[in-house]
């Protein structure tokens, strides 16, 4: 156990909907990352934040957003789904910018 | 541009054969190198990490990999492999450029015969 906690576990939905996706990090952890995996991309970098500030952009498109609230938490925000939105959707922590990363067991979204 | 290569999608051992997985990365300074193993349904687990120092890091579960700057590469190694090392493994490369998110490769698939 990472001690990184990713609710729900699984979702599906109907393409243009939106959902929700949420992430604990492990106690003590400032910095909160998100990451897709899917068949075709492979794992990629979407979006970090660090103590409530996003502090870095990858490959997010501009559907999705996030926030990472006072209490650390951080909820990844899909919306206008497509077929193509479909993925695992992976949240990690760290201490402040340090390098070593934890994940969590991520969230599996099928847009259907 | 930054990348991470790993040239092998498909690997298949041997039970108690050595292992070497392959890693090429492309940055333009020295970057921070990591190696992540994924069964199948899991999440992500951190097996080793280079950061500076010595060149040859050891790892859990028996891993180790070396860093080798003149070829940009961080091969990782097991000298013996055990069936329940099956699984996706994938290495990862981090700068300060990118807030030390993780540039990960595609991931190489282990299969582990008897």
């Known amino acids: 156990d990472s001690g990184v906690t990713q609710t729900p576990k699984h979702l599906i939905t109907a393409t243009g909907q939106r959902v929700t996706l949420r992430c604990s990090p492990r106690s003590g952890d400032l910095s909160v990352y998100w990451y897709q995996q899917s068949l075709d991309q492979g794992l990629q970098f979407l979006i970090q934040y660090y103590n409530g500030e996003e502090r870095a952009k990858g490959n997010i498109l501009e559907r999705f957003s996030a926030q990472q609230f006072p209490d650390l938490h951080s909820e990844l925000n899909l919306s206008s789904l497509e077929l193509g939105d479909s993925a695992l959707y992976f949240c990690?922590?760290?201490?402040?910018?340090?390098?070593?990363?934890?994940f969590g067991q991520g969230t599996r979204l099928t847009v259907v | 541009a930054q990348s991470v290569t790993q040239p092998d999608i498909h690997i298949t051992v041997s039970e108690g054969a050595s292992l070497e997985l392959r890693c090429n990365y492309s940055?333009?300074?020295?970057?921070?190198l990591f190696w992540y193993v994924q069964s199948p349904g899991q999440g992500l687990q951190l097996l080793l990490k280079?950061?500076?120092?010595?060149?040859l890091v050891q790892g859990i579960k028996g891993f180790e990999a070396e860093f080798k700057r003149s070829q940009s590469s961080f091969n990782l190694r097991k000298p013996s492999v055990h069936w329940s090392d099956a699984a996706e493994y994938f290495c990862?490369?981090?700068?300060?450029?990118?807030?030390?998110?993780?540039?990960f490769g595609k991931g190489t698939s282990l299969l582990v015969t008897p």
């Open positions: 280079y950061f500076s120092g010595d060149t």
């Open positions: 940055y333009g300074a020295t970057p921070y």
């Open positions: 990690a922590s760290s201490v402040g910018t340090a390098l070593e990363a934890f």
């Open positions: 990862a490369v981090a700068s300060s450029n990118s807030g030390y998110a993780l540039n």
